[in-house]
């Protein structure tokens, strides 16, 4: 019995007898507009992302690339400015209008004015219109020299002291609050102080943050006052941080208080494996007028430090430093510091075996470990 699927059958074949479905012509290779490689065209796209990602463009200042968030104490000179992988430029400034500028716009924009700047930079392809953008946020906050001198002497006048509290901190804030310019130098030095106190846990200075709080306190001091490498007192404050956060491995810049400096240079020269020099020190109350308060264990290692080659007293400071080296009330960064001078110290006098304890105790610190390490292997590890 005939079927209705069994005639289309027979039609579909007949059909197919007299008319020969024609086969499509494959699309042709495309040649890659970058680099002149051959393709299949739906693989162009893909091609182009893999082989020739469109770069991410960049600011440069004094160059360095910029990070994408900046503030800067100084003006930049118009030569210092510069950008790489870039088509176009957009410029924001205090908020208003967005401006289509070169660099050469730019760059007299941002050295010509305080405020803040949004910077859209982006680096377009024409072959394919791909594209990658970079925003830029820049804050041009330039402090008169007048006020910046205003606020050291006053620090100076109410910080620079050995009994310094929260009360005097107030006092110093609320004497420079009409020195507008210098508002993030003066929070700067403030924050320092209060680490210091912090760090001391001294129930009658007023302290009511905790001991752990020092180390950020520490750190955006440094981050403002890093930007003033020609004032005095920044530098020997940035020294101190530098110092309490065990920053050695870069070297750290000479503050001009030599307790300070000598030690920094000793630490610096264990940590970079340079045979560091131990050079003589007068003790860090004898050394200097105040610059800056200090706080109790810094002021102790710096002490300790200034007398390591005493002979008379050698034995008497290493009791000293050993147990510093073990002190509670000592940051995990000032214990790591006194076994580095114990070490040092067992080693120079050819104790081996004594040097073998706090050695072993820095062999995975981040600053130390390459030091304690090589200094482990040529003294053997058993003495």
């Not at 110093?172 to 209060?194: E, G, H, I, K, S």
């Amino acid at each position: 019995m005939p079927t209705l699927g069994w005639i289309k059958e027979t039609v579909e074949d007949r059909q197919a007898e007299r008319e020969p479905i024609p086969t499509p012509k494959p699309p042709s290779p495309v040649r890659c507009p970058e680099c002149g490689a051959t393709v299949e065209p739906g693989e162009l796209a893909a091609h182009l992302s893999l082989r020739h990602p469109v770069a991410r463009p960049l600011l440069v200042l004094a160059g360095h690339a910029a990070p994408s968030q900046l503030v800067l104490r100084e003006t930049p000179s118009e030569e210092a400015i510069a950008v790489a992988n870039c088509t176009a430029i957009t410029l924001f400034s205090d908020g208003g209008e967005p401006i289509e500028t070169d660099l050469d716009g730019l760059a007299s924009a941002l050295s010509a004015e305080q405020g803040h700047f949004v910077i859209e930079l982006v680096n377009a392809r024409a072959s394919d219109s791909a594209s990658v953008s970079a925003i830029y946020r820049i804050n041009i906050r330039v402090a008169d020299a007048a006020e910046l001198g205003e606020v050291d002497r006053e620090f100076a006048d109410r910080l620079a002291l050995d009994a310094v509290n929260l009360a005097a901190i107030r006092a110093f804030a609320d004497a420079c609050a009409p020195l507008a310019t210098a508002a993030d130098y003066t929070d700067a030095l403030a924050n320092y102080v209060t680490g210091v106190l912090a760090k001391d846990q001294d129930p009658a200075t007023g302290v009511t943050i905790e001991f752990s709080a020092f180390k950020e306190r520490f750190q955006k001091a440094l981050w403002v006052l890093s930007e003033y490498p020609g004032r005095r007192l920044p530098r020997v404050v940035c020294a101190a941080v530098r110092m309490n956060i065990n920053d050695f491995r870069r070297g750290l810049p000479r503050s001009g208080v030599e307790s300070l400096d000598a030690c920094a240079e000793f630490l610096t020269g264990l940590a970079k494996q340079e045979s560091p020099v131990h050079r003589p020190v007068l003790p860090p109350g004898d050394a200097h007028a105040a610059a800056c308060p200090v706080d109790r264990a810094t002021y102790e290692i710096l002490e300790i430090f200034s007398r390591l080659h005493d002979g008379v007293l050698s034995d008497q400071v290493l009791d000293r430093l050993r147990s510093c080296a073990e002190a509670s009330t000592f940051s995990p960064y000032d214990r790591v510091k006194c076994r580095a001078l114990l070490a040092s110290r067992y080693l120079s006098i050819g104790d081996t075996r004594a040097a073998i304890e706090p050695l072993q105790a820095l062999e995975h610190d981040p600053v130390f470990t390459a030091w304690a390490t090589g200094a482990l292997a040529e003294s053997g590890r058993d003495g």
